[in-house]
């Protein structure tokens, strides 16, 4: 594979052209499996935010944690770590397989589900959901529909991290994966949801990749 973050574009164009905005990622993780090429997104390691955001913690969360697209589950496999109860789900069946042929025994529950489409009981249910570039491969409404059913899954009193690529509200949408503005943070504001700290970062990179690190936090 020549340029697998260009094949993976592609792929998502043809996809939502169609009106099809997540069927692209079980073929992405499929072929990707099959024919041996990597997935830009995949480092089968744990997201350095949340390790940074945990090591500053006196007490890790507590209770029940849910992982958004959990990919490959080295996120989840983390928390799980800390004590937690783990929820991981993920929209592509393929990374869901990987994730539990990869940690036999773990102790996370791995799950393929829809964001876009919750279970009934993930509403409200969970102290701590932790979500890392998802958001930002949807287009559109399914981008709303998804920051806010993300937010609609912390318990009251719980915490939401959120990861994402950042943009200036100036510059251009560019291709996917499409960087958030600061105003669509807001997007994760579901009734008693509060921004409690925003860090604005770059990675150093080439080119260097400007982040947004969320954390929210459930009245
Ligand atoms: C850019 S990847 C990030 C994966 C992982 N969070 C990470 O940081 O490595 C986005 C993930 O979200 C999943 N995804 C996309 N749309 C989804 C949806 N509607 N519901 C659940 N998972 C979804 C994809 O399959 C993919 O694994």
Known sequence: MADPRAHAREMARESIGRGDVTGWFDRLYSESLRDGFAISWVDLAPNQYLVEWLGRLANPPRGHALVVGCG?????????????????????PTAVARCRSRFPGSRVEY???????PP?????????VFEAYTVQVLPGEARSRCAASIGGMVAPGG???????????????????????????????????????????VEPGDPPVPRFVAEFARD
Request: aromatic share 8%; glycine share 8%.
């Open 111 to 117: 799950l393929v589900a829809d964001v876009l489409r």
């Open 120 to 128: 009934a009981q993930w509403i409200g249910a969970f102290e701590f």
């Open 72 to 92: 490959y589950g080295d996120d989840a496999e983390l928390l799980a770590g800390t004590g937690m109860d783990v929820t991981a789900f993920d929209v592509s």
């Open 159 to 201: 915490t939401l991290l959120a990861v994402a690529r950042s943009r200036r509200p100036e510059d251009p949408e560019g291709a996917m994966p499409w960087p958030l503005t600061r105003r669509e943070l807001d997007l994760f504001l579901v009734p008693g949801m509060r921004l409690t700290e925003l860090t604005e970062l």
